[in-house]
């Protein structure tokens, strides 16, 4: 058995710690999970990575490193066998389109269905608490209860879902279930015969939270069972062990998830932008009709829409112009540019994942 390369520092509920492992697994790249404990989480990660998230991950020759996406990207240039990024440059930047949308849009309805409702937030209090905090003296009672507390208010309540929102963060949910479900019942994949990026980002939300957590779960198993299967598919996934083709170009079943895409996660981040070059801690924005009255800025996800952009401007010229038709026809190509320069100020040097983490917003106490 081979040696693992890396150990990765995560929680077996967490989001980010679930992507990293799928990708992980479908490459075959060794790796040692480590749960993440509170000394980890609020000494070690934040002297080693510079940010109290997870997942993290430590290499054989002493590096630490922190954020999935850049740090998938960096796997992908040491680990070439099965590359996860399409040939064809339009549908490898849609890839990256759909994977930021999953990172960052589907966390608020993620986070909601597993706080908001009873047996989800009793179930994950446990586990948690557990987990990270199981070495801390105090009554297990408590510590749950600071879990779930603590969960619901800076992940919940902060970030926007309110009596005004609440249907439009579920619908959301709803929304990518059946566009999934009607992409997965022509094809075991997003794009194709095996994974890709877009598989890799949606994998995030879909399998930690939406497919483990009670009330999402039930939702997915009676509203999009083709979804559910998928899940399961991509944990099982083995380089060496799928064979086929991916699609040609960007196919009809794919447009109305960038429409989708265009009209709520590159929109907020176009506002988030506007805030943050306002120096502003909170903005709104109204999408689809709802109004979010009081949202956190967040510095990362200028970033986000920067690494969109830059990712754009390195297409060749064919498909950048093919690309724009695509994203003009769907919704998406006038706020990825309507902050032409969101000045995040972020890794200047381009070190991602090996300079210092940036967690998406200010949380008391780090990101779970």
């Given at each position: 058995m081979t040696s693992p390369t890396l150990t990765v520092y995560g929680s077996k509920v967490s989001y980010f710690t679930g992507k990293l492992e799928g990708y992980l697994r479908y490459k075959e790249i060794p790796y040692r999970y480590q749960a993440m404990t509170d000394e980890y989480f609020n000494r070690i990660i934040p002297e080693k990575t510079g940010a109290r998230?997870?997942?993290?991950?430590?290499?054989?020759?002493?590096?630490?490193?922190?954020?999935?996406?850049?740090?998938?990207?960096?796997?992908?240039?040491?680990?070439t066998h099965s590359s996860i990024m399409p040939a064809d440059p339009q549908q490898a930047f849609i890839c990256?389109?759909?994977?930021?949308?999953?990172?960052e849009w589907l966390w608020r309805p993620a986070m909601h269905y597993r706080w908001s409702y009873y047996q989800g937030r009793q179930l994950l209090g446990i586990i948690l608490t557990e987990e990270l905090l199981g070495n801390v003296r105090a009554p297990a009672w408590l510590k749950?209860?600071?879990?779930?507390?603590?969960?619901?208010?800076?992940?919940?309540?902060?970030?926007g879902v309110t009596?005004?929102?609440?249907?439009?963060?579920?619908?959301?949910?709803?929304?990518?279930?059946?566009?999934?479900?009607?992409?997965?019942?022509?094809?075991?994949?997003?794009?194709?015969d095996k994974p890709t990026l877009a598989d890799i980002g949606l994998f995030g939300p879909m399998f930690r939270h939406f497919s483990q957590d009670p009330?999402?779960?039930?939702?997915?198993?009676?509203?999009?069972?083709?979804?559910?299967?998928?899940?399961?598919?991509?944990?099982?996934?083995?380089?060496?062990?799928?064979?086929?083709e991916l699609v040609a170009g960007i196919p009809e079943d794919i447009l109305p998830l960038l429409k989708e895409i265009g009209d709520t996660h590159l929109q907020n981040l176009v506002a988030n932008a506007q805030a943050w070059g306002e120096q502003q801690?909170?903005?709104?924005?109204?999408?689809?009709?709802?109004?979010?009255?009081?949202?956190?800025?967040?510095?990362?996800r200028c970033w986000c829409l920067e690494q969109l952009q830059q990712h754009f401007k390195q297409l060749p010229p064919q498909a950048s112009e093919a690309t724009r038709q695509l994203l003009e026809a769907n919704r998406c190509w006038e706020p990825l540019w309507q902050v032409p320069e969101?000045?995040?100020?972020?890794?200047?040097?381009?070190?991602?994942?090996?300079?210092?983490?940036?967690t998406v917003y200010t949380v008391p106490g780090g990101a779970i």
């Open positions: 998230q997870m997942p993290a991950v430590e290499f054989a020759d002493g590096r630490w490193a922190t954020d999935s996406t850049p740090l998938i990207d960096w796997l992908e240039g040491e680990y990256r389109l759909i994977e930021d949308y999953g990172d749950r209860w600071q879990i779930r507390r603590r969960q619901r208010r800076h992940f919940v309540v902060e970030d009596a005004a929102t609440r249907a439009h963060v579920e619908q959301g949910y709803s929304n990518i279930l059946a566009l999934m479900e009607a992409i997965l019942a022509t094809r075991p994949f997003i794009f194709g009330d999402p779960a039930e939702i997915m198993r009676q509203t999009a069972p083709g979804v559910f299967a998928w899940v399961g598919r991509m944990w099982n996934a083995r380089a060496s062990q799928i064979s086929g801690k909170r903005y709104k924005v109204v999408l689809q009709g709802t109004r979010y009255a009081d949202l956190p800025v967040s510095r990362y969101p000045g995040s100020r972020y890794d200047p040097e381009k070190n991602a994942p090996f300079a210092p983490g940036l």
